[in-house]
């Protein structure tokens, strides 16, 4: 079971990117699919989900790129996570918008995953994208 998929590490790796090269200009998608080996067409699928977020902010054109719209130690990873991923739910009955189960007053698992969606939750907003940066950045 991978709870994280490709788009979820990419993300966080298109993030901390953009916050250790950030010095106040828009940085090219170009570059930072460079930098961590991510293709062209991979980064267009996930810089518009970190947009919408307002995680990052984008331009087009000569000059342009995507920089991050706060300062890295005011983002959780589990609000990176989250617009790539759409869920980190354990279960399927745990998902936002899921049907209501027909078996959950006698489910005898439902706290375990209960349980386990919260570890998860509080692990992740516990760390911020300015914890993954290098702490010594050339």
């Known amino acids: 079971m991978n709870m994280v998929s490709t788009r979820g590490r990419y993300a966080l790796r298109v993030m901390i990117d953009l916050a250790e090269h950030d010095n106040g ?19 267009e699928k996930i810089l518009p989900l970190l ?59 439902l706290p375990l995953w209960v349980g386990l969606d919260k570890v998860v939750t509080e692990y992740l907003d516990g760390i911020h994208l300015s914890d ?3 702490k010594e950045h050339n």
Do not use: F, W
């Not at 200009?25 to 980064?43: D, F, H, N, P, T």
């Not at 984008?58 to 790539?84: D, M, Q, S």
């Open 132 to 134: 993954l940066m290098q």
């Open 25 to 43: 200009k828009y940085i090219s998608m170009k570059s930072v699919a460079e930098r961590q080996g991510i293709s062209l067409k991979y980064m």
């Open 51 to 109: 947009v919408s977020a307002n995680l990052i902010e984008g331009v087009h054109g000569r000059g342009g790129g995507y920089k991050l719209t706060r300062k890295p130690e005011e983002y959780t990873i589990n609000e990176i996570l989250g617009p790539a991923e759409g869920t980190l739910a354990p279960v399927a009955c745990l998902e936002e918008g899921s049907q209501l189960c027909t078996r959950k007053d006698q489910c005898r698992t």
